[in-house]
């Protein structure tokens, strides 16, 4: 069954620490990968997105994932984070042409300062 | 300034009644669709919409039905609402309906079924 899967419902972190939000899906085909970011009260919004090429890809605001086939993987990372990071991520597949994205249950992200 | 505009943005209802979610988008895309968030379930998807015609739907319940009267506009009917409809219902569109668009997303109507 095709599924996509964020295993941390909630990860807290210290400003200035690196971070990284996990995500694995389910599917035998190549899937389109997105993580988006969705700030209180408001809607996702785009961080970035993957299909094929280079598997580590670089978002806005410092944020890059890296697709690992292997692993059915495509973590979320950064360097370092800022208390503006605090928010809930979502990872999201599309897993056939013409389908809308699935997405997983999403992870809230609280940034201690 | 939002691109995509969902009315109202806070909703209550009775049990066994009915309401319409509007979604109206002015980014000149496509291809709409509807999802939705609650506190039971993540973001589930509910629709899509290419050209003002239903692509997918993954809603069980024919109590969910979706208008399209125009190109930039997706509604929500929703009809016999029972307090599980409780949840946030999230309109997106994207160029076309393709899977590798970005989705825009609104910002929301949060229904509430006493």
């Known amino acids: 069954a095709q599924s996509v899967t964020q295993p941390d419902a909630r990860v807290t972190v210290s400003e200035g620490a690196s971070l990284q939000l996990r995500c694995k899906y389910s599917?035998?085909?190549?899937?389109?990968l997105f993580w988006y970011v969705q700030y209180p009260r408001q809607g996702l919004q785009l961080l970035l997105k993957y299909y094929s090429g280079d598997p580590v890809v670089q978002g806005v605001n410092g944020f890059e994932a890296e697709f690992i086939k292997s692993n059915s993987s495509f973590h979320l990372r950064k360097a370092s984070v800022h208390w503006s990071d605090s928010a809930v991520y979502f990872c999201a597949v599309s897993f056939n042409n013409n389908n809308a994205p699935r997405f997983g249950a999403g992870t809230k992200l609280s940034v201690k300062p | 300034d939002p691109k995509i505009i969902q009315k109202p943005k806070y909703l209550v209802a009775v049990t066994g009644s009915e309401k319409i979610l509007i979604c109206e988008q002015y980014?000149?895309?496509?291809?709409m669709y509807w999802y939705r968030q609650s506190a039971k379930k993540p973001l589930e998807f509910m629709f899509s919409y290419s050209y003002q015609k239903l692509m997918d739907n993954q809603t069980a319940s024919s109590r969910f039905q979706p208008q399209s009267s125009k190109k930039n506009h997706l509604d929500l009917q929703i009809t016999a609402l029972k307090p599980d409809d409780s949840a946030t219902y999230f309109c997106?569109?994207?160029?076309?309906?393709?899977?590798?668009?970005?989705?825009?997303f609104g910002h929301g109507t949060k229904l509430s079924v006493l």
């Open positions: 599917y035998s085909g190549t899937p389109y």
């Open positions: 997106a569109s994207s160029q076309e309906n393709i899977s590798n668009e970005r989705l825009f």
């Open positions: 980014l000149g895309h496509n291809a």
